[in-house]
C-alpha cells in the first residue's frame, strides 16, 4: 500500500522560532497533499491543500504567512511554522492523494507533535 | 468540525459486542468514506461508500449512507480489544479537499 512518512514525529520549540515538518509519499506520486491540524480529543481540522508546482490553497481563518507550506516536488510537501507561539503548539498530520488506482482515498503520515514554550 | 457531528462522541463495549457510530455531514458527496485513528498516530483508510449506494461490507465493518438525511454509520460486529481506536467519517464535497467529522472514540473492553 501507499505510504505516506512524515517528520519530525515531534518537536519541541522555544516560542519565536520557525519549525518546519516535512511529509514525503514513499511510493507514489502526489500532485496533492492535505496539511490537518488536530487538537486534543479533537477532530482534524484541513488547514490547506498543497499542490505541486503552485501555490496552497488555504482554508478561512488559516494564516497563509503564520503556515507557509511548499510542494516543491511530486513526493515532497513542507509545512512551515514560521514565528511559533505556544497557541501553535498541536498535532498536525499530513496526508497524500494517489493519482493512482487508489486516488479516492487518503494516506496519511504519523504526524507531528509540536510543543511551543 | 469542519463537516458536521458523529455520535456517540465516545462508546465502550465488551469484546465480542457489536459497535455503532453515525456520521452526519452538511453538502453534497461524491463518496463517503471512513477512517480510524489510533491515539497519536495518522488515519487509515478503512472503506469509502460512493454516493449511489446504500450499504458496503469490508470483514466485520457495514457501512450504510442515507444521502436524503446526509448521514452515514459504521457497524464493527463482533468487536475485538484491537479496534479502540477513534473513528471519523470524512467527504470531499468538491471532489478535491477532505473534511472529517468530530470522531467516535471507541473503547473494547477485554
Not at chain 1, 497533499?33 to 486534543?40: A, H, L, N, S, V
Not at chain 2, 471512513?34 to 470483514?59: A, D, F, M
Not at chain 2, 478535491?96 to 468530530?102: E, H, T
Amino acid at each position: 500500500g501507499a505510504v505516506v512518512s512524515q517528520h519530525p514525529s515531534w518537536v519541541i520549540c522555544k516560542s519565536g522560532t520557525s519549525v518546519k515538518i516535512e511529509c514525503r509519499s514513499l511510493d507514489f506520486q502526489a500532485t496533492t497533499m492535505f496539511w490537518y491540524r488536530q487538537f486534543p480529543k479533537q477532530s482534524l481540522m484541513l488547514m490547506a491543500t498543497s499542490n505541486e508546482g503552485s501555490k496552497a490553497t488555504y482554508e478561512q481563518g488559516v494564516e497563509k504567512d503564520k503556515f507557509l507550506i511548499n510542494h516543491a516536488s511530486l513526493t515532497l510537501s513542507t509545512l512551515t511554522v514560521t514565528s511559533a507561539h505556544p497557541e501553535d503548539s498541536s498535532f498536525y498530520i499530513c496526508s497524500a492523494r494517489d493519482l493512482g488506482i487508489f486516488n479516492e482515498k487518503l494516506f496519511f503520515g504519523s504526524g507531528t507533535q509540536l510543543s511551543v514554550l | 468540525s469542519q463537516q458536521g457531528e458523529e455520535d456517540p462522541q465516545a462508546l465502550s463495549i465488551q469484546e465480542g459486542e457489536n459497535a455503532t457510530m453515525n456520521c452526519s455531514y452538511k453538502t453534497s458527496i461524491n463518496n463517503l468514506q471512513w477512517y480510524r485513528q489510533n491515539s497519536g498516530r495518522g488515519l487509515v483508510h478503512l472503506i469509502l461508500i460512493r454516493s449511489n449506494e446504500r450499504e458496503k461490507h469490508s470483514g466485520r465493518l457495514r457501512v450504510t449512507l442515507d444521502t436524503s438525511k446526509k448521514s452515514s454509520s459504521l457497524l464493527i460486529t463482533a468487536s475485538r480489544a484491537a479496534d479502540t481506536a477513534s473513528y471519523f467519517c470524512a467527504t470531499d464535497p468538491s471532489g478535491n479537499k477532505f473534511y472529517f467529522g468530530s470522531g467516535t472514540k471507541l473503547n473494547v473492553k477485554p
